[in-house]
């Protein structure tokens, strides 16, 4: 269904109920806020003597930056020592048969460092990241076994490792920066092999297996996404541990990881450059290990049955894939300061060469002189006294920040991408949702959302003399038991105001509405607003259950009870995203649209005695032969008193409806309550079948 925004007059709010999230007071004008904008680059130096060895007890004093030439005042030194003597940790297991399992809890994030933290000072920092996408299930057996026989045998004492996995477009943190090896063996143990292959790349040259299937679309410009997705979880996983000030390694296992010509060059540099500003270097090992190729491919695909098979074609097309997925790994290694492990089947080699290339460092953290965030890159230089004759390693420069109004159309989305992933919600802006739910056949529901933000916390636009808000919304809807995403929203809307209208928009709020059509089951949805005009984000997250009403047998199954304290007719709306056909199929599929008018559902719960408060919902008797009446009424309490409650209404399925739904409207006239706080309950009886239905929820009622 196509999305619906609305900007509704809502003039019953109060302003305690439109200060939810905010830190002022109500028509208080006489607070000043400060904003204080710093940054900071944090730079890892390796200082080593003409013999190789690094150089300890320098201080800052000893150090001298400059930044596209000009010098640069050191805040922050402090000196990294790397012990080189294996764990002292335990092993308590013998054999994967006895390693205790721990509880595995897929996060997105690592645990980024709190002022004061020492937790890794001393300590080289690896992070195991397993491409499930990207490796056939021998491969990823190859690759757990060196991870595993790293950490058993060759795991330092000075070594901290991270196990992180790319599977099913999600990068999940399966276990944070430890060293407790009996933890990670017990997580390895629990990595499933052969997942993950979904998205596995496929070629189509003169190499691939005739299968005699007709001609159809070939899977370049699938491969191009699927490599670009590779690429993003890649550049998320270096952000993540970008929190870390340490050097950071990220030793990324996978099957090779093959271009499409220039078109994943964009991704590429993203990824790269993310790496980079992050501190994090790459080491690829390729699973595959030493690849001895038969001319014609082996027994796991079909002949290629073609010319190519005569004319050296096929087997000259095999040995170019093969080194372009290499190159690739090679191009991912040498930009970001690691090196690729190819063509070796000791894939523990790897591992140890990230570790061997950590030594003892610097730290050193300035804050820059130029700060203009213009996105360009600046040339950093370190040097130490002359007189030491030292060789020094380091990052040569970084990307400088972005202010919003500079950013292209790609950075806009990465910003969304990237506040979409991040496991804390961004509060730049405040949101609130009510999410619904109403039968639609005996499998589907209907769930329509109503997010609300509040209209003073949106920038206007000057546009063709006219005033404009602009909003992006982003949202999904992931199956939390399975993990994948059943559904998502993705709107860019341009309102145009008028001048009342915009005048307005400091007091009342803006609601958007979708709608989606779900199976039964546990849901997580989060939503991301953000404001267009100057960047400011503001998300949203929660669990929600869809109920199978078909298996309750106790109670009247019903849908959700919509709370409401206003009535829009769709033509009337100030903006509508939608046109004509959609507002028809709108109103086919949403029982809140009936006669050209939606009902509006209160996110707040809180009302006006000025208005009338309207309750919806919906009762089910799928299962009945013969069509028998409902009986339903609203009460309100204050504590455990009654003070008002409507006339019981009874109302009988019709004979057409095969799922028996049963919609229940009550309008009720608010100036019979006084002002105050409520327990609004909404009873449903069956009283042939003798059973009944109470839903309650809280209102407040204001002047």
Known sequence: MRSLLTFLLLATLSAEAQQIGQNTTPGNTDITTLSVRSQIVIETVVVKDKKGN?????TAKDFTVTEDGVP????????QSMPSALSDVPLTPSGPED????????????????????????????????????????????????????????????DLISIMRYSGGAVDVLQDFTADRNRLLSILETLVVGEGQGSAESVDDSSSADTGA?????????????????????????????????????????????LNGVDNEAQLQATVDAAIRAGVSFWPIDARGLVAQAPLGDATQGSPGNAGMYSGGAAMATTSNLQRSQDTLFSLAGDTGGKALLDYNDLTKGIVQAQQSITNYYILEYYPTNTALNGKFRHVKVSVNPELSAKLDYRQGYFAGKEFSKFTTVDKERQLEDALMLGDPITDLTIAIEINYFQL???EYFVPIVVKIPGRELALAKRGGAEHTLIDFVGEIKDIYGGTTVTNVRDNVNIKLTDATAAELAKQPIEYEAGFTLLPGKYLIKFLARDDETGRIGTYQTTFVIPNLNKEEKRVPISSVVLSGQRVDLKNAIYN??????????????????????????????????????????AYQSAAA?????VAFVSFYQGQTKVFETQPMAVTPAATNRLGAVPLSFSIGLNQLPAGEYDCQVTVLDPTEMKGTFWQSQIKVVP
């Open 72 to 79: 640069q005042t050191i805040r922050f030194c402090e000196p």
């Open 626 to 630: 013969t069509a028998k009446p409902f």
């Open 214 to 258: 007709a001609f159809g679309q070939d899977d370049s410009e699938f491969n191009i996404f699927n490599t670009d997705r590779q690429l993003s979880a890649l550049q998320t996983a270096a952000r993540m541990l970008g929190q870390l000030n340490e050097k950071k390694s990220l030793i990324y296992f996978a099957s090779g990881l093959r």
């Open 441 to 443: 056949n005996r499998a």
């Open 54 to 58: 690094t150089i300890d007890g320098l």
């Open 99 to 158: 390693i205790k399992i721990y509880n595995r809890l897929a996060r997105t994030q690592i645990t980024p460092e709190s002022p004061g933290d020492v937790r890794y000072k001393d300590h080289r920092l690896m992070a195991l990241y397993f491409d499930m996408s990207a490796m056939r299930p021998a491969d990823q057996l190859r690759a757990l076994a060196a991870a595993e026989k790293f950490i058993r045998t060759q795991m330092t004492t000075s």
């Open 577 to 618: 995203a939608g046109k004509a056909k959609d507002q028809e199929k709108e109103a086919m599929v949403n029982p809140l649209v009936q006669n050209g008018k939606k009902l509006i559902p209160s996110v707040t719960r809180v009302f006006s005695r000025g208005r009338d408060l309207y309750v919806y919902l919906q």
